[in-house]
């Protein structure tokens, strides 16, 4: 039998003996007590036969029989019935026609038989015993034959048996029941290992340490080493990544600079559009390069080698947005900071500032990417609350993203312009890896106010970052 469940399992091995002994000590004591009440009826036969025959003899054979076992009937409960033959087999009194033992059975004389046999459609238990008897009116070899059937006893049997096989099952059902719990107790170990399992971020390749009992240890010890294997093999996939990105980096710069420098030498038109083009190319394959060499890097491998340190988030994003209004100036696109008025609000957060610059980077090139000139940008910093850490908004109001396709666009090489405008699909990929690394939530929603993409990136406390970093990465809303 096979059973999908090793709580079933158990629980069959546990009631299945339980049920198996219960019917065996039934039986047994069904048995015992059959005989026990069989030996009482024997011998009530047995006394039976000896007083009836003395009965016989003091009144000649007159006694009326039908009168003893209407008497008999009262005390017994059964139908009693008996048949006296003298010597000779000659008919005394008494129902002719009862069954008598097998003719080769020779009867001892003052012992009595006792045998089974069927009378009046009933099962009877029956007695033969042979008497001698010297009497004015019988003289000679008696022989007595009494039946009596057992309605009363198979009765009484039948409801013991049924009582005790109600009462058995109750037991077992208790046990089951007791079982049941002892078995989920006993099982409880695997759900925690479960649980622990399935809280695992898909980057946490650490062993797993959770105390569970010998008989899962194994399962666990083998469980771990795959884990370590497998941290093993994406580490050097990743190791591999960067150092190619990083290699390629060297002869794009140069194949950059040398176009450059053609292009600054070139005559001809045709030379110039060739050349233009080549540079545009090589500028495209260096950003890829890079943002692959920064990919890798965040990779979880990266992860742990990654250096946090208190910042203060609002004069960082200030600074950082900055750096871009140049470029918005030249778009023609409005692009504005909002910071806590409250000066003593914290926005304090724990993360590695070169990481969180390229995180907002990619957010404003792409918000300046994707809206048209006259559009408006804001990078807003949210100051913590005793409950939250602070949070960190960049909200637009030009095309945005449908929300059915926002879960999808944070994926890598993901991109839905198309060849219109130049990118990798890399941006939004490196900004989910940065929000995860500082355990920080990432959403892409609607702007409240205005049409355009609202990305919002709540950080931990600074007191739950390390622990926030090391959970798995919170997933990005989905509609
Ligand atoms: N602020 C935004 N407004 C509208 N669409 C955006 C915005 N940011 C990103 N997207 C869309 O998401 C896609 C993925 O962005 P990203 O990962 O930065 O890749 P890339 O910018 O290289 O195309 C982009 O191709 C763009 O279609
Ligand atoms: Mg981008």
Same mark, same amino acid.
């Given at each position: 039998m096979f059973l999908n469940s090793l709580r079933l399992r158990l629980l069959v091995w546990l009631v299945g003996p339980g049920l198996l002994l219960a019917a065996s000590l039934l039986a047994t004591k069904y048995y015992y007590m059959r005989n026990a009440a069989e030996q009482v009826q024997d011998r009530l036969l047995a006394a039976l036969a000896v007083s009836i025959t003395n009965y016989t003899v003091t009144t000649g054979g007159d006694l009326l029989s039908r009168d003893m076992e209407m008497l008999l009937h009262e005390f017994t409960h059964e139908d009693t019935y008996y048949h006296v033959t003298g010597p000779d087999g000659a008919y005394v009194t008494g129902h002719a026609d009862l069954p008598r033992p097998d003719k080769s059975r020779v009867l001892e004389p003052g012992t009595p038989f006792f045998y089974e046999s069927v009378y009046l459609g009933e099962t009877v238990r029956a007695v033969a015993l042979r008497s001698f008897v010297s009497a004015p009116y019988l003289e000679g070899w008696t022989t007595i034959y009494i039946t009596q059937t057992r309605r009363e006893r198979q009765e009484l049997l039948g409801t013991i048996l049924v009582n005790t096989g109600i009462a058995f099952l109750i037991v077992v059902a208790i046990g089951g029941i007791l079982a049941w719990i002892g078995i989920t107790r006993g099982l409880s170990p695997l759900e925690d290992l479960r649980t622990a399992i399935r809280r +695992?971020?898909?980057?946490?390749? +650490?062993p797993i340490e959770e105390q569970t009992p010998a008989e899962i240890a194994e399962v666990v010890h083998a469980l771990n080493g795959l884990l370590t294997k497998l941290d093993r093999s994406i580490t050097a996939n990743q190791r591999f990544i960067a150092d190619a990105s990083h290699q390629l980096r060297t002869p794009l710069a140069a194949l950059q600079a040398e176009s450059e420098w053609a292009l600054r030498h070139a005559r001809h038109d045709h030379e110039r559009e060739t050349l233009e083009g080549i540079l545009s190319h090589a500028r495209t394959a260096s950003r890829l390069a890079g943002q692959l060499l920064k990919l890798a890097r965040l990779a979880p491998e990266g992860r742990k080698t990654l250096d946090l340190a208190s910042l203060d988030l609002k004069a960082f994003a200030a600074e950082v947005t900055g750096e871009w209004v140049g470029r918005a100036i030249r778009q023609d696109i409005d692009l504005g900071f909002e910071g806590?008025?409250?000066?003593?609000a914290s926005a304090m957060v724990l993360g590695n500032c070169v990481m969180l610059r390229e995180m907002l980077g990619n957010l404003l090139d792409n918000a300046l990417r994707y809206c048209p000139s006259q559009s408006i940008i804001t990078v807003r910093v949210i100051p913590a609350t005793a409950r939250r850490g602070p949070v960190l908004e960049v909200q637009d109001n030009g095309p945005g993203i449908p929300v059915n396709r926002r879960a999808e666009a944070?994926?890598? &090489?993901?991109? &839905?312009?198309?060849?219109?405008t130049e990118g990798s699909g890399l941006g939004l990929a490196i900004v989910k890896e940065v929000a995860v690394a500082h355990g920080a939530g990432l959403e892409l929603k609607d702007s409240p106010d205005r049409q355009g993409l609202l990305v919002s990136i709540a950080f931990p406390r600074p007191a739950d970052a390390r622990l926030a970093a090391s959970?798995?990465?919170?997933?990005l809303a989905r509609p």
């Open positions: +695992r971020s898909p980057d946490d390749l +650490r806590p008025d409250d000066p003593q944070v994926e890598r &090489f993901v991109r &839905f312009n198309g060849e219109e959970l798995p990465s919170p997933e």
